[in-house]
């Protein structure tokens, strides 16, 4: 992560309520970098199109560079991580999409790019089948060193980042709907701090930022962006699931569907996807083969090996 006063700029811009997206493309559309919008005028933003006058007063009130580093600094502190569209170490995948988010706050890491990664996104009322079989999958990807990114959410998301996390080495990493210090459901702080560990825990919102209902369908566009397939597992009718596949097809990924009676309901989104192209799977190598991901035959032998080697030695 960068440091130094830069980045203090792309910070602010990211942390001021009413600036969104577009806000900010105009922002520096019309002044050239996040510095120079700092240092404008006052009378020179209000001249920038399409921009309500109490969001240019919240910039004007908000530009204390003193206040701006504290809270850098409290963030910190925190155990939080920023990075911004203009870094380094913005994920490369995400800048491919449409409306990439601006910024990202993030504990642990950030997914690598350099290795494969798949989303596994389905039912939060997942029955015990479906939990049953996204934590197999999370299971199995895991153990070919697929990278598994989720929701956090309860059912299908957080069972399959469960079994990523079941296994050793197993990375998975978690997209918010909300601030980055906030665990949401709080049922899953556990898994929340163990992440952050085992792979890391993602959010383009601010920290403070409560989870509402309106971010959860945005995140899915990051959701499916860091991911090379996605993987849906029971998908109802009306499942939140379905947009991050429709995501995910608009991005050009491969999507995974693990299939069910056409008697029940749970399924219906499921095998509507299946009709409509998606591939049929049924165990993780299936997703392998289709990304063209080398996988060794007797990788659970080595595993076996690594977990007797971590075992301490008995006296």
């Excluded at 556990?190 to 971010?215: D, F, L």
């Excluded at 090379?228 to 995501?247: C, F, H, M, N, R």
Aim: aromatic content about 10%; charged content about 25%; hydrophobic content about 35%.
């Amino acid at each position: 992560m960068k440091t130094g006063e830069d980045i203090l700029y792309p910070f602010w811009l990211s942390c001021i309520q009413g600036v969104g997206t577009k806000t900010r493309e105009r922002l520096i559309s019309y002044f050239g970098s996040e510095k120079a919008v700092f240092q404008a005028d006052s009378e020179k933003l209000y001249e920038v199109n399409g921009i309500r006058k109490d969001v240019i007063q919240k910039l004007i009130d908000s530009r204390n560079i003193e206040n701006i580093s504290k809270k850098w600094q409290k963030m910190c502190d925190a155990g939080t991580n920023f990075t911004y569209i203009g870094a380094d170490d913005y994920p490369e995948k995400l800048k491919n999409i449409y409306d990439p988010p601006y910024s990202l706050f993030y504990r642990g890491e950030l997914p690598d790019n350099n290795k494969p990664a798949v989303a596994v996104v389905g039912a939060r009322n997942a029955t015990y089948e479906g939990r049953c079989i996204a934590e197999k999958f999370g299971r199995e990807l895991a153990k070919y060193g697929v990278q598994v990114i989720s929701g956090l959410a309860r059912g299908v998301d957080i069972k399959s980042q469960t079994g990523a996390m079941s296994v050793v080495r197993g990375r998975t990493f978690a997209v918010l709907g909300c601030g980055i210090d906030i665990c949401y459901p709080r049922q899953h702080i556990n898994e929340y701090i163990m992440m952050q560990t085992r792979g890391g825990v993602i959010s383009e919102y601010a920290p403070g930022v409560s989870p509402v209902a309106g971010n959860f369908p945005r995140r899915n566009r990051i959701i499916s962006g860091l991911s090379d397939g996605i993987l849906v597992v029971q998908a109802g009718k009306k499942s939140g699931s379905l947009i991050t596949a429709e995501l995910g097809l608009e991005q050009g990924k491969d999507i995974f569907v693990v299939p069910g009676s056409i008697n029940d309901s749970f399924y219906y989104g499921s095998n509507e996807l299946i009709k409509n192209g998606a591939c049929l799977v049924t165990n993780g190598r299936d997703i392998l083969d289709a990304l063209g991901i080398f996988y060794s035959e007797d990788i659970e032998i080595k595993n076996k090996k690594i977990i007797f080697c971590l075992k301490p030695l008995k006296k």
